[in-house]
């Protein structure tokens, strides 16, 4: 996930940043003096470790570039959905911990890893990235009516609402649930069991998903629609990384990164199908 996403990223924010430094300096400023200042709380919070650190200010950079409007505003970008995740996962991760060592299933206390942080905030880069959007107006699959009042960021936005949820559902979860029970076979798991889920865990990964997609919606302007859409994206994203939990990563064919990747590229892309065919119900 690390060598896919990280790359193309780092090359984007390179690009962009000489770009913006010679047509409109503030925006290449403010977008790496956020990006940095987000890393450097992450790093002092122990949420990340320095590499995971540093690949969240390459691709908070990136997802602030992609979303430069004007008149710019640097809280009118992928900042403020970025920041959100930030503050969620952060929460949700240190929730219960005194339960979770107990357990023996918390996270590391050094923070999420280069990898895991691209494993989670990849695809949104990806997605959000002027090639990828320019190659997916160029398909004609959307109609203007639907491209007018909803952005394709939001596929973007799914994929960041999407890893709010996994981890306020499962950090959550385990605090508020003793007994989660199988995606696949709704059995009694122990808690941390890959595909487990639980009521209370799914309804708090629903929450910041939602959260997350008003956010992202806020920020960028994107109405209700944006919002319902991503929103919508996030939580098919949770319930698809529930399931390749419970059955290719229990099996050992995937790991937990590969899982996160995929969920958030499922999101992304349940989203874009939302958009495809919303002109065809509104001819109905």
Known sequence: MLLLVLPFAAASVVLQTHWWAVQLAPVAIWTIGLSFLLATVALWLRSATLAGAGAGAVITASLMFSTTTFPYLPWQTAFIPVLAVAVLTGIATRAGRTQKERLGIAERVEGRSAAQVAANLGVAALVADDLAQSWLS???????????????????????????????????????????????????????????????????????????????????????????VSWAGGVFGLLFDSLLGATLERRGWLNNDAVNFLSTAGAAVFTLAIMFILPYFAQT
């Open 138 to 228: 160029g398909t004609h699959w959307f109609s203007a009516a639907t491209l007018a009042p909803t952005p394709l960021f939001a596929a973007g936005l799914a994929a960041l609402a999407e890893a709010a949820a996994d981890t306020a559902s499962s950090e959550l979860g385990q605090v508020l649930s003793s007994r989660p029970r199988m995606i696949t076979t709704l059995r009694h798991a122990e808690p941390g069991t890959d595909g487990a889920i639980s009521l209370s865990g799914t309804l708090a990964g629903i929450a910041a998903a939602g959260i997350v997609a008003a956010a992202g919606a806020l920020a960028l302007h994107g109405g209700w629609l944006m919002l319902a």
